[in-house]
């Protein structure tokens, strides 16, 4: 992915977030099995699926950090599972790294004389 660099192009992972309910009990709205995705900066959720927004203020800061490509033995490589932030509840939230997506700097950037077509614009969308 070197030769990427030079082209201002890097590449993210999609996520999958799901809900985990282990043995111990659950305090908070988690149901197991709800997901949501991250695609690129946009946060997926099919209908009906949900998140506390206590739970996800917890997980926001990490997903920008598992979509990028680390070491392998970088914990942020191998640990999947993120407890709920309050500490009686016994809900997870298991993040599964999926296919890699492509992006460019200048599909991306603020920076007014770096700046090219929005990506998410790039491919039609834009809803």
Do not use: N
Request: hydrophobic content about 35%; proline content about 5%.
């Amino acid at each position: 992915m070197s030769g990427d660099a030079g082209r201002g192009e890097f590449w993210l992972y999609d996520l999958k977030v799901e809900t985990v309910v282990g043995d111990r009990h659950v305090v908070c709205r988690h149901v197991e099995g709800e997901t949501f995705r991250v695609e690129g900066e946009t946060l997926v959720f099919d209908a009906g699926q949900r998140v506390s927004m206590y739970a996800l203020a917890a997980l926001l800061p990490l997903l920008p950090a598992k979509q990028r490509v680390t070491d392998d033995s970088d914990w942020m490589s191998t640990d999947t599972e993120v407890a709920c932030p309050d500490p009686h509840c016994g809900g997870r939230f298991r993040i599964t790294r999926l296919g890699k997506r492509r992006f460019s700097h200048g599909e991306t950037t603020g920076l007014p004389d770096a700046r090219t077509q929005p990506y998410w614009r790039a491919d039609g969308g834009g809803e």
